[in-house]
């Protein structure tokens, strides 16, 4: 069965960082990988999805990348801004049932 | 049009009662889903329909009946819920077509149940 980690849990960056939100996922037969984000109560934005056979995406300040054969992608933010602050979910897409396996989500807070 | 629309967002309904939450998509997706999300959980998948069919249901107690009236519209029916219940529950859509597929998903019905 597929499991998705996110590490971190959570995260508090003065505004204007650079920074990387992490995932990993323990069976590498997968369709894709997807990024989204919620906003507290709210429902999931997809942000960027790397098929099985790219390595990474990008989106604006947005890069996301994929090592299928480690298990592992990671979320790329540049140049952070409060409007970035949210809970980010990755999710894989598994090849065998077609529906999205969710990491926990790492909370983002960026300070003013 | 990418948006997957929900009704109602909130519901507060007592252990004896019967409701509906729905929802719709107009983007010609085949595939639609119901998750429910817990407090700072993530989502976890309850039901998938494909080209209007149940395809995958997983192990989701029976006091939660979906339907699939059509290939826009899909119903989640609730009876006799627990107070464990509790949670945001999310719809989404894809085309269904694999690698290239992402899921869209609704603003989500927040559920209260007393």
């Known amino acids: 069965k597929q499991e998705v980690t996110q590490i971190p849990a959570a995260l508090s960056v003065p505004e204007g960082e650079n920074l990387v939100l992490n995932c990993s996922f323990t069976?590498?037969?997968?369709?894709?990988l997807q990024w989204f984000r919620q906003d507290p109560g709210k429902g999931l934005t997809s942000l960027l999805l790397?098929?099985?056979?790219?390595r990474e995406q990008t989106s604006g300040r947005l890069n996301a990348s994929l090592d299928k054969s480690s298990g592992r992608s990671t979320l790329y933010i540049a140049a952070s801004q409060p409007g970035d602050s949210a809970t980010y979910l990755c999710a894989a897409l598994d090849t065998g049932r077609r529906a999205l396996t969710f990491g926990s989500g790492t909370r983002l807070q960026v300070q003013p | 049009d990418t948006e997957v629309t929900q009704t109602p967002k909130h519901l507060v309904m007592g252990m004896t009662n019967k409701k509906s939450l729905k929802c719709e998509q107009h983007?010609?997706?085949?595939?639609m889903y119901w998750y429910k999300q817990k407090a700072k959980k993530p989502p976890e998948l309850m039901f998938v329909y494909s080209y209007e069919k149940l395809s995958i249901n997983e192990s989701v107690p029976s006091r939660f009946s979906p339907e699939c009236p059509n290939s826009s519209l899909l119903n989640l029916h609730l009876h006799a819920l627990q107070p464990e219940d509790s949670a945001l529950y999310l719809c989404a859509s894809s085309q269904d077509r694999g690698h290239q597929e992402t899921q869209y998903f609704g603003p989500g019905t927040r559920l209260l149940v007393l």
């Open positions: 983007m010609g997706h085949r595939a």
């Open positions: 069976d590498s037969a997968i369709y894709n």
């Open positions: 790397i098929q099985s056979s790219q």
